[in-house]
């Protein structure tokens, strides 16, 4: 992966494009589903990251999928939100497999941001 490149084109209509270079399809697959995972609806994740922040006056939560791939293992989950930290901002890391984290996830599922506002992860294979 050492050639590996990622690419973030915004259109006119606020649609984000992602062009990655220099993976496999396999791997250009594994991606996609990661970034589905993340921005999408909460599922049914091994590890979640509840977002505080303020919109405006009203406080807002927010909940985000850990990607299947990187929720095996708790020490990649924890990485992930170390890096989670440095580009996006504060989280909270909670693993969903306890009774009282489930109830958190029906929370995500009715509540976050992204339920409101399902979002297409539309993947298309382009030649370039």
Do not use: C
């Amino acid at each position: 992966l050492e050639y590996a490149a990622v690419e973030i084109h915004t259109s006119v209509d606020g649609r984000k494009d992602v062009v990655l270079t220099g993976v496999s399809r396999a791997a250009e697959r594994q991606v996609m589903q990661a970034i589905a995972e993340i921005l999408g609806p909460v599922q049914n994740p091994r590890y979640l990251l509840v977002r505080r922040s303020w919109l405006g006056p009203r406080r807002r939560i927010d909940y985000h999928s850990v990607p299947a791939a990187l929720g095996t293992r708790k020490e990649f989950a924890e990485r992930f939100a170390e890096l989670w930290l440095e580009r996006i901002g504060r989280s909270d890391l909670l693993f969903a497999r306890t009774t009282k984290s489930r109830l958190l996830i029906l929370q995500a599922r009715a509540s976050s941001f992204a339920a409101g506002f399902q979002r297409n992860v539309d993947r298309r294979s382009v030649w370039l």
